[in-house]
């Protein structure tokens, strides 16, 4: 008799533990394609269907981005029966790439399962995205990306008075190598203009160069002040090298792959010098020497170096303890052909003493 209960039980368990909810999703991965930022939010329903022999309830469907929004079936799901989890993706001031996840909890044994949507936005032309002032504008950062040197470039910025007063502008900053006009200067409400940015590099050095350009904005007497900053990366155009020159370049090389200052005191000036050989048949020139940190000194930051010589620049730092971050990158620029800009990371260990050990 015992055997029998007992048989009886281990029948019931593998029973129940066959008896089991089995979820069959009809994709666990969607893709949207290239689809336009304007045309809004975009949906998708991730199908699935109850293939196992008992009920089950979906508990919860996470998004962890806040540009998608999920809703699925609540009600339990019966054997042989579909539910739906429904995906909204809101594509506005989205442009780009995307792949994002949803994390959708079962009752079956706490199970997680994943979906995932993606896609790529394309962004839309002319839309007014950042501020200016008073002022919606495409952007307050525009870079020209790489200008050869000698050269100019145009660029326009679009703006627009989406206020109900109009709108004065003017110009503050001025810049040698930046001539900037404002049209119209004055802006009626619903009015688009443009700011027009003309960048000439004929006397500028090579490397980044980075420029803020402040416009005084006046709305019912109201002034205040608005923004743009103007960014290009200046390099040397080697197309117009004759053949005796490529068949004969400079070439630059340095003793180090990173600069390692060690360890130091705060407050404490410590200086190293750094060591740059040609190793090629005209004169390397070094245009330009640069960091990311401004707590640097670089000395000298212009160097001709004749083919088969080296020379030293030096840099320097004085740590304080309101200013002890010396991470850095240095760059250097020069008329090799073949490795016009060069960098390396700067490290190094800032000691700071115990006041309760010093002598005085």
Known sequence: ???????????????LLLSQPIIEFETLKYDFGNIKEEAGPHEFDFNFINIGDVPFRLLNVKAGWGCTVPSWSTEEIKPGQIGIISVQFDSNNRPGKFNKSMLVKTNINDKIIRLIIEGNVILTPGKFRSKIGYLDSGTNVLDFGDI????????????????????????ISEFEHLNIKIEPQILEPEQIGEITINISTINSRLGKSISICYFEITKKEERIKGHLSISANIVEDFSLLTDWELANPPMINTNFQKIDLGKFELNKLITKEIEIENRGKRNLLVHNITTTNSMYLISPTKLTIEPG????????????????NIASKLTIISNDPDQSIISFSITGDVIQLDWRYKIY
């Not at 008799?1 to 029973?15: A, E």
């Not at 050869?148 to 110009?171: A, G, H, M, P, W």
């Open 1 to 15: 008799m015992k055997k029998i209960i007992v048989i009886n039980i281990i029948l019931m368990i593998w029973g």
């Open 148 to 171: 050869f040197l000698k050269t100019s470039e145009n660029k326009t910025v679009s703006i627009f008075n989406s206020t109900e007063d109009t709108i004065y502008i003017k110009q």
């Open 309 to 324: 010589k080296k020379e030293i620049f030096k840099i320097s730092i004085k740590p304080t303890t309101d200013r002890n």
